[in-house]
């Protein structure tokens, strides 16, 4: 039996005696990019945040590669809702205090090269000695990305990073990380609000009921085949299925299941559904007729 390259075994967390979430499991595996998604109060964030050692859970453990997760590391780096940049310091000085921290032993000019290659990966290399106050907010989140994935971490955790973005600077910042960690290329888990986000990125979806003491209800795998292209995802089989499994889940069950727990049920029992392989050619083609006729 092989084991996931993340295992989260039985976590919960409580304020006082009232629990957020409790008896959590899930595990993300070597490459796999993992989105959660549920409503604001079901404990989102503070997963995330005890991912990646910021907090710690009030039960239960989290082993990543064989090793209990006991605090901040920088195998996992984090992208968070803002830009968390040094405001006195350029693009180029906010990737480089990170990879200082990473690589004490490095030259400065070793540093600096490895810099100005992560901001060249995400489009900023013109822009690399222009400080925060100088930047657009797109550009702000591209040297989260760039400083993230200059430390070459193996876990990369996202707390919706595109959420405070206009509609097109997120667009093209999914497109981005779709080329950049998309399909096995490096080990991810994000929180998002965004459906058709999680669709565009994930291999899985994790969907969290409502809180208070909220739950992991179900595992939806994403079997729309890679590479996904955002402007023509809508056009794939099984698309609709997917996203409207998802948009049902979020506007009825998950407030319907808010707080039970059925009889004999343990964290450990979360079912994995696959409802893109339920939508069969003829519904696709029905559908995309009628948004045809529509445009």
């Given amino acids: 039996m092989t084991h996931p390259y993340l295992s989260i075994e039985g976590i919960g967390r409580r304020y006082g005696t009232r629990p957020v979430f409790r008896d959590l499991w899930f595990g993300v595996n070597r490459g796999e990019f993992v989105c959660l998604i549920g409503h604001s109060g079901c404990g989102k964030t503070t997963i995330l945040n005890i991912l990646a050692g910021l907090e710690a859970p009030d039960d239960g453990a989290l082993v990543m590669d064989g090793h209990e997760i006991s605090g901040p590391s920088l195998d996992r780096a984090v ?21 200082k921290s990473r690589h004490p032993k490095w ?12 901001l060249e990966l995400v489009g900023l290399k013109d822009a690399a000695l222009q ?18 994935l200059s430390l070459e971490p193996a876990m990369l955790l996202m707390d919706e990073p595109f959420s405070a973005l206009d509609a097109l600077t997120r667009g093209t910042l999914q497109d981005e990380v779709v080329g950049l960690v998309g399909g096995g290329k490096q080990t991810a888990f994000m929180i998002t609000h965004d459906v058709d986000e999680a669709i565009l990125l994930a291999d899985r979806i994790l969907l969290m009921t409502n809180g208070p003491d909220a739950r992991l209800a179900e595992i939806v795998i994403n079997t729309l085949p890679r590479p996904r292209d ?3 995802l809508h056009r794939q089989p099984g698309y609709y299925a997917l996203r409207n ?8 069950r998950s407030r319907v299941l808010a707080g039970t727990r059925p009889d004999g049920w343990t964290g450990r029992d979360v079912p994995e559904v696959a409802p893109a392989l339920s939508e069969s050619q003829p519904e696709m083609k029905r559908q995309t007729t009628m948004e045809t006729i529509g445009s």
């Fill in 79 to 99: 992208i968070f809702q803002s830009h968390a940049l040094y405001p006195w310091l350029t693009a180029l000085g906010n990737v480089a205090f990170a990879l």
């Fill in 245 to 252: 499994h998802i948009v049902d889940f979020l506007v009825t």
């Fill in 131 to 148: 400080k925060p106050s100088e930047l657009s907010g797109g550009m702000k989140q591209r040297v989260g990305i760039a400083r993230a």
């Fill in 107 to 118: 030259s400065k000019a070793e540093i600096e090269a490895r810099a100005r290659q992560a």
């Fill in 230 to 232: 955002r402007a023509n």
